[in-house]
C-alpha cells in the first residue's frame, strides 16, 4: 500500500505520516528530507544555489523515484509539490491512495504563526498579512490538492483522531 499526503504548509503531513506509517507498520519517507538527504544539502540551499525551476525537477525525479522504489510506505509531500510539472498526476497513477489534508485559512494562520521561522515563504510575512497570503496562496493550490483520491477535514482534530479517521478509509 503506497499512501500520499498532501496538503499545505503546516497542514500536519509530517506529523499525520509519522503516526500512521507506525501505526500500520509501513515505512515513512518526508520527501523533502528524501531530498535533502539525497543532495547532502538543505532545500533552502538548493533554492538559493539552483533555483526553484530546478528544484521543482529534482523533486519531480526524486517522488517518481520514491514511489517506483516503495511498494508499501507512507509519503508526506512538500506543500508545493503536487503544484508543479506533473507531479499530481504522479502521485495518483503510482500510489494506491492520496489524501489532502484539508485546514481552514484561520487554522492554517494559528499553525503557521508559531513557526515562522522554519518556514522561508512566510518568515518575513507580517502576522496580520498572512490570512491573505495564505488565502491567496490555497486558491491557487486547492484545485490539486483536490485531486487527492480522498480528502480529509483536520480543523479541530487531535492527530490521533486524523489518523484513526484516514485508517478507516484505507481499510
Do not use: W
Not at 503510482?94 to 522561508?120: F, H, M, N, T, W
Amino acid at each position: 500500500m503506497r499512501v500520499v499526503l498532501v496538503g499545505y504548509m503546516a497542514s500536519g503531513k509530517s506529523s499525520v505520516g509519522k503516526l500512521l506509517s507506525k501505526e500500520l507498520q509501513l515505512k515513512f519517507i518526508d520527501l523533502d528530507e528524501y531530498i535533502e538527504q539525497q543532495q547532502q544539502k538543505s532545500i533552502k540551499t538548493i533554492f538559493s544555489e539552483k533555483g526553484e525551476v530546478y528544484f521543482r525537477k529534482l523533486e519531480h525525479e526524486m517522488l517518481s523515484k520514491v514511489l517506483d522504489e516503495n511498494k508499501a510506505l507512507i509519503l508526506s509531500t512538500g506543500g508545493g509539490t503536487p503544484c508543479y510539472g506533473r507531479n499530481m498526476e504522479t502521485i495518483l497513477q503510482k500510489s494506491d491512495d492520496s489524501i489532502y489534508l484539508q485546514l481552514s485559512i484561520p487554522a492554517l494562520v494559528e499553525r503557521i504563526k508559531g513557526e515562522k521561522e522554519e518556514r522561508p515563504l512566510v518568515k518575513n510575512i507580517d502576522d496580520e498579512d498572512l490570512p491573505e497570503f495564505i488565502g491567496k496562496h490555497l486558491f491557487e493550490r486547492r484545485p490539486y490538492y483536490a485531486q487527492a483520491k480522498h480528502i480529509l477535514e483536520c480543523d479541530g482534530k487531535d492527530l490521533e483522531t486524523v489518523v484513526t479517521e484516514i485508517k478507516q478509509r484505507l481499510l
